[in-house]
Each structure stands twice: as structure tokens, then as C-alpha cells.
């Protein structure tokens, strides 16, 4: 089966004022996103995640390999590529239902249309009932909501988030990721997440990417066949702590910190 985005060859390097040579920060990286299916990468800190992330997104260019949407070379963003980032990206001056909307009204859509599917997508994350608040008036998890909202109301081929629930707790930051789960599920998303914690990634992937550190190499592909729908019982089922295991060693064969030497 082909995959919805795929990664080849990929290797990027920064150019910097200290290293004639630049930085290397991705090396040769291959993998693809299944339809359907929720990918997550993990790897040490400063192993190039977000760039690699930003790569995928058309927002920035490889030195070599490249990113292929259904079998189409990326190369500039891509109404098609949804993305999540850590910071809120909400418009502080537009309420919920007008930062869900905005999308569509750029597009054209008109009111009534866009009226009827801002509320779908309310109802979706659930935030009926705050339509007409300003994203400040939110806690940080119902403000991610809405950037998921505002993403999914354009119906991309995949979702790229890049540590969407870093600002939050780890109780509201595995509620949050169950429910995205869910809402992916249902609108039968392809999501790639990027993310530190070991235990979201185990949580809600069916498969988990693990990198090397800087330069960043794919190190491990690691599938979850932990039973569905996930919830908070899986993090007591054993397979959970077999995987969750798996990925610390091959991290900790890695460093889990960035070094300097190289
Ligand atoms: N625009 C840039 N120019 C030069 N170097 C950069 C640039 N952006 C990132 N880097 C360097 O590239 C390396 C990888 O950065 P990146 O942010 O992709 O890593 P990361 O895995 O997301 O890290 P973290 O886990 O801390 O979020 C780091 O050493 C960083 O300092
Ligand atoms: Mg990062």
C-alpha cells in the first residue's frame, strides 16, 4: 500500500558560522505514514524532531531526499498537511467559532456553510457552549482543542503535530491525547506526532519511530499492538511497560541528552 506522506533519504544540514562542514542534524531518514494510521517519533533532545517535522510541512527545505504526499514531491506548504504546533496558534482577537471558521473563510466558504461546519467540529472536540469565548478565556488544553478544530475543518490528507500537549500537565496531556485519538479515529485522520514522552507515544500510536541522537537516523520502528480503543486502563496493560521498555533502552543506548563533541 502506498503511503499517505513518506519520508526518503532525508538529510538535513544547518550551515553555521563555527563548522565549515554546518550541522548535521538529520541523516538518511526513511519512513511513511500509513492511511489511517497514528505515527509517532520519539529521540533525544536536539536529535533535529522539529525539523524534521518542519521538512514534512513544506516549511523548510532538505539538503537531500525529500517528502512525498500520495506520491507527490513536497516542496512549499501544502493545504493538504495539517499542522499542530506546540505554541498555541490561536488568534488571541477571534473567538472560538471564528478561529475554527477562519480557514473556511479564507477559502470563500460562506456563512451558512461555515456556520454548520464550525459547529460539526465543536461538537467534535467538544466545546459546545464556549463558541462565542476568546481563546484567553480557555484553559491551555481547551486552546488545543481549537487548534486541532481549526485544523481538521480543512480535512488534510495527515495532521502533523510537534509536541501539542508539551505546555500541559501530565494528567490533562494523556486525556487530551486519548481524546485526539479518538477524534482521529473517527474522522478516520492519518496523524505523524512528535513528542518527548515516552509514555504518549506508547499510549496512542500503532506504530512509534525512534531516533537516533543528533544526527538524527531512524534507530528503531517499533509496532504497538496494544488493544483499541486506548484509554487509561492501557497504561496498566503489560505489553504498555514492555513497549514503554523497548523505546528507553533504545534511547538510552543513545544518550538521552544532546552532546557537544560532535
Ligand atoms: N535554524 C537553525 N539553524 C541552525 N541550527 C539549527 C536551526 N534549528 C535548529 N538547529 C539545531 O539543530 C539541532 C536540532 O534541532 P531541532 O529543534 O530540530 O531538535 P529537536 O529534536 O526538536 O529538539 P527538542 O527535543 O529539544 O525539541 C539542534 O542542535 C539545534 O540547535
Ligand atoms: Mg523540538
Known sequence: MGFVIEIRGLSKVYPTPERPQGLKVLDDIAFGVEEGE???????????????????AGLRKPTSGGIYLDG??????DPAIG?????ESTFPWLTVEENIGFGLRMK???????????????DLVELPG???????????????????????????????????FGALDE????????????IAERTQSTIALI????????LLSDRIVVLTRRPG????????????????????????????????????????RERDED
Not at 469565548?133 to 490528507?157: D, K, N
Not at 513528542?195 to 504518549?200: A, P
Request: net charge positive.
Open 130 to 164: 464556549f463558541e462565542k469565548r476568546y481563546p484567553f478565556e480557555l484553559s491551555g488544553g481547551m486552546r488545543q482543542r481549537v487548534s486541532l478544530a481549526r485544523t481538521i475543518i480543512m480535512h488534510p490528507r495527515v495532521i502533523l503535530m510537534d509536541e501539542p
Open 217 to 256: 537516523r531512524v534507530k528503531s520502528v517499533i509496532p504497538s499492538k496494544l488493544a483499541k480503543p486506548r484509554s487509561v486502563d492501557t497504561l496498566s496493560d503489560a505489553l504498555f511497560a514492555k513497549l514503554v521498555g523497548q523505546i528507553w533502552k533504545d534511547l538510552r543506548e543513545e544518550g538521552y
Open 195 to 202: 513528542t518527548h514522552s515516552i509514555n504518549e507515544a506508547v
Open 72 to 77: 507527490r514531491m513536497i516542496t512549499d506548504p
Open 108 to 122: 470563500g466558504v460562506g456563512k451558512d456553510e461555515r456556520e454548520r461546519q464550525v459547529q460539526e467540529v465543536i
Open 171 to 182: 494528567q490533562t496531556r494523556l486525556t487530551l491525547g486519548l481524546e485526539i485519538l479518538r
Open 38 to 56: 497514528f505515527l509517532t517519533v520519539v529521540g533525544p533532545s536536539g536529535c533535529g524532531k522539529t525539523t524534521l517535522l518542519e521538512i514534512m
Open 83 to 87: 499542522i499542530v504546533f506546540q505554541e
